[in-house]
């Protein structure tokens, strides 16, 4: 067995996705007894039968299948995919022919408008963001399976759960082309496609919400399976040390506008559930 140590943020709501997604795909590629998962303070941590420049190989072969299927109102004179006439919960993410999902429904209304997790404006598809992401991520160099994980690029749509690029010129003071330079707020494509396969296909996010606005999940400090993660983060298991943050979006401060969303950095709310003496 190969232990191998991530560098994700458990307060990054991107990071989090991500860690799920991770387990998913080595639960399906590497199936093992002994594959097991938890979080560390500064990182997550698999313990896998393969290495981790394996564990992002394949990573890097699921997130480049996804796809988004429009739904319902698409209309069929549309060849180019110009004119958006469906809402985003309209539509599935799907993979691999056996995966598919759609966090982008809200489970408050039933279905009749997008939940906390649509970030994007009216203006966007999610086909569109995510075609450009696949477009934008390279492949895994052998031996450097981190310089994957955290290439940078710039000039995408993020779906602003990543704290670290999700900032929006309200909040900033200033927009990223104001010098007049060009330069675009950079992002991470390989999080970006982990993140949206981690919340369509590996996880239950819905369930985290407490509001329309507001979430939490939580993070585990025991050693798991890691089919058990997506129960983990729905701090739904009990004796697993977990740590719960509560995360809303940044949008409140501006209205209700989508483009003005995005995730900050979460917040612990307590520590509970701890492991019971035997």
């Known amino acids: 067995m190969n232990k191998s140590m991530i560098q994700l943020d458990e307060r990054n709501l991107a990071h989090i996705f991500s860690a799920l997604a991770l387990c998913g795909i080595a639960d399906d590629r590497f199936p093992c007894g002994q594959s097991c998962c938890w979080w560390a303070n500064d990182a997550f941590l698999m313990c896998l ?19 988004w299927t429009r739904g319902i109102g698409v209309d069929p004179n549309d060849k180019m995919h110009k004119k958006i006439t ?68 710039k000039g995408v749509a993020s779906w602003k759960f990543d704290a670290r690029v999700g900032g929006h010129a309200y909040s900033q003071g200033f927009s990223a082309n104001d010098d007049g330079s060009g330069d675009q707020t950079p992002f991470y494509p390989a999080i970006e496609l982990l993140s949206i396969a981690g919340a369509a296909f590996f996880s239950t996010p819905t369930t985290w919400l407490m509001d329309e606005d507001t979430l939490t ?18 701090n739904l298991l009990d004796g697993v040390d977990a740590v719960v943050y509560n995360l809303a979006t940044s949008g409140n ?3 209700k506008g989508g483009a003005y969303r995005h995730f900050p950095d979460a917040s612990p709310l307590t520590f509970h559930k701890t492991l019971q003496p035997q």
Do not use: M
């Open 49 to 67: 039968p393969n290495t981790k420049n394996e564990l992002f190989e394949e990573a890097d072969r699921f997130v480049r299948n996804i796809n």
């Open 86 to 153: 469906t809402s985003p919960h309209h539509g599935l993410f799907t993979a691999d022919g056996r995966y598919f999902g759609n966090p982008l429904i809200s489970c408050h209304d039933q279905g009749a408008s997008s939940t906390v997790f649509k970030t994007f404006s009216g203006q966007k598809g999610p086909d569109e963001i995510l075609e450009k992401q696949k477009t934008t991520v390279t492949a895994p160099v052998i031996g450097k399976p981190d310089d994957w994980l955290f290439q940078r690029a």
């Open 217 to 234: 999940y939580a993070v585990w400090r025991k050693e798991i399976p890691l089919r058990l993660a997506p129960l983990a983060a729905s």
């Open 253 to 255: 401060a501006y209205g």
